[in-house]
C-alpha cells in the first residue's frame, strides 16, 4: 500500500517478503523472500536500505538487536516497538503515564484469575501478551478454568496472561497520529470503527456525534503517546468510548505502531493518506496535511468469501458506484480475511454507509444484485 505513494515521491521501496507471490512482491520489484525471524537474513536485507520499518509488529527482539547493534536505522525503533509487540508492556506503560485504560492485571496461575474476576467482576477479558490480532488471542472468561490452556502454555513460555475487565462501551473509536524522528507529528480525525466477530468491518471519519471535548482529549492522548513512546511512524490508539461520572470519556484498548485499518479511509478521504504519511515520517520528511477532503468518508472492509476470483465483483461495483474507491491486495481468498476495502466520500452519512456495504457486500458474495 505503501508502493503508489513511494512512486510519487521518488522513494525506491524494497520488501522483505515471505513469498515469491506475497501481495507487496507483486507490486515492488524489489522484494527478496525470507523469514522474518531470522536475524542474519533480514540483516543482510537491511545492508541495501537506508531505512527499515515494519507492516508488523511481529519482528523478534534478537533480530531488532542484532540490527540496532548494526547501526541500522530502524524507525520505530525497538524500545517503542515493544509497547505494540508485548500488551503487558503496554498497559503498565499507559498506567504510568496515567492514560486511561481498563482496569487490568498479569495472571500467572488460576489463583490469580479468580482473585481479579472477583474483584472486577466476571467475565473479564483474556489476551495473550503476544501475537494477536483481529480478535486472536482474546478470549472471554467467565471463571478461571476457561484459561486452563492458556495458563498452562503461558506458564510453559514464562509470559503470563494480561487480565483486563470487560468495559460497557458505548462504541469503538480510533486515532491515528504519525510523527517524525525530529519531533513533528499530525493528527487525522478521531474515527468509529465498527467490529463483527472481532474484525472491523467498517470505519466511519470522523466519528459521528463525537463531544467536542472527547475527541479534543482522545488527539491529545494519542499525541501524547507518541511523543512518551518515541514513537516515530504512524501510530493507531484504538479506543472504547465510554459514559462515566463526568460524562464521555475513553479508553484505551490497543496500540498499532504502522498503517492501520482504521486509517485506510485517509487514502481516499485526507489530503494526506496514512501511507504516504508513513513514508513521510520514517524518512523525516516534512508531514503532510491530514484534513479531510470531504464532511463523510465511510470505509467497508472486504472479507473473503465465496468467490475465488473477485475481478468479476469489483468490475460490477466500478460500474454501479462511480464514486465507490475500490482497493484489492492481492491475497488469496480465505473466509473471514481481509482482501480489500472500499472507500466512500460524500456530505451524506447514511447513503454513503449504505453503498460502501453494498460494494464490500457484492465483491465477497453476500449479496448477488
Known amino acids: 500500500m505503501c508502493a503508489g505513494p513511494a512512486a510519487e515521491l521518488g522513494i525506491t521501496l524494497s520488501v522483505f517478503a515471505e513469498a515469491e507471490d506475497a501481495s507487496a512482491a507483486l507490486v515492488v520489484p524489489s522484494s527478496p523472500v525470507g523469514d522474518h ?9 537491511a545492508q541495501h536500505c537506508d531505512v527499515v520499518t ?7 527482539a534478537h533480530v531488532l538487536d542484532l540490527l540496532v547493534a548494526e547501526g541500522v536505522e530502524l524507525h520505530p525503533r525497538p524500545a517503542a516497538l515493544r509497547f505494540a509487540q508485548d500488551k503487558l508492556a503496554m498497559r503498565e506503560r499507559l498506567t504510568e503515564l496515567g492514560i486511561p485504560c481498563p482496569r487490568w492485571t498479569r ?33 472471554l472468561a467467565a471463571s478461571a478454568d476457561d484459561l486452563a490452556d492458556w495458563l498452562e502454555r503461558a506458564e510453559a513460555e514464562g509470559t ?34 465498527v467490529q463483527t466477530d472481532g474484525i472491523c468491518t467498517e470505519v466511519l471519519a470522523p466519528a459521528p456525534e463525537l463531544d467536542d471535548d472527547l475527541a479534543a482529549d482522545a488527539v491529545h492522548a494519542a499525541l501524547r503517546l507518541a511523543g512518551e ?10 479506543m472504547f468510548e465510554v459514559v462515566d461520572a463526568g460524562g464521555p470519556a475513553f479508553r484505551v484498548n490497543e496500540l498499532a505502531m504502522r498503517p492501520h485499518n482504521s486509517g485506510h479511509w485517509s ?32 470505509m467497508a472492509n472486504v472479507l473473503g468469501g465465496d468467490y475465488p476470483d473477485l475481478y468479476p465483483t469489483y468490475r460490477h461495483v466500478m460500474a454501479r458506484d462511480p464514486e465507490a474507491k475500490v482497493h484489492m491486495y492481492g491475497k488469496g481468498v ?18 454513503l454507509r449504505e453503498r460502501a456495504a453494498h460494494a464490500a457486500d457484492y465483491i465477497q458474495g453476500v449479496v448477488t444484485e
Open 37 to 45: 525471524t531470522v536475524a542474519e537474513a533480514v540483516h543482510a536485507f
Open 54 to 60: 515494519f507492516d508488523h509488529e511481529h519482528v523478534p
Open 107 to 139: 495472571a500467572d496461575d488460576a489463583a490469580e484469575v479468580t482473585a481479579f474476576g472477583d474483584a472486577v467482576g466476571w467475565p473479564v477479558v483474556a489476551k495473550t501478551p503476544r501475537g494477536g490480532y483481529d480478535g486472536k488471542g482474546v478470549r
Open 160 to 193: 503470563g496472561l494480561l487480565l483486563e475487565e470487560r468495559v460497557p462501551f458505548v462504541r469503538e473509536l480510533a486515532v491515528l497520529v504519525a510523527r517524525s524522528p525530529s519531533g513533528q507529528a499530525a493528527a487525522w480525525p478521531v474515527v468509529e470503527t
Open 229 to 238: 513512546l518515541d514513537v516515530t511512524g504512524v501510530l493507531a490508539v484504538e
Open 267 to 298: 487514502m481516499d478521504g485526507a489530503v494526506t493518506g496514512q501511507f504516504e504519511q508513513h513514508l513521510r515520517a520514517v524518512l523525516d520528511l516534512p508531514l503532510g496535511s491530514p484534513r479531510p477532503h470531504e464532511r463523510w468518508t465511510v
Open 334 to 351: 480465505r473466509p473471514g480475511r481481509k482482501i480489500g476495502h472500499v472507500n466512500i466520500s460524500g456530505d451524506d452519512l447514511a447513503d
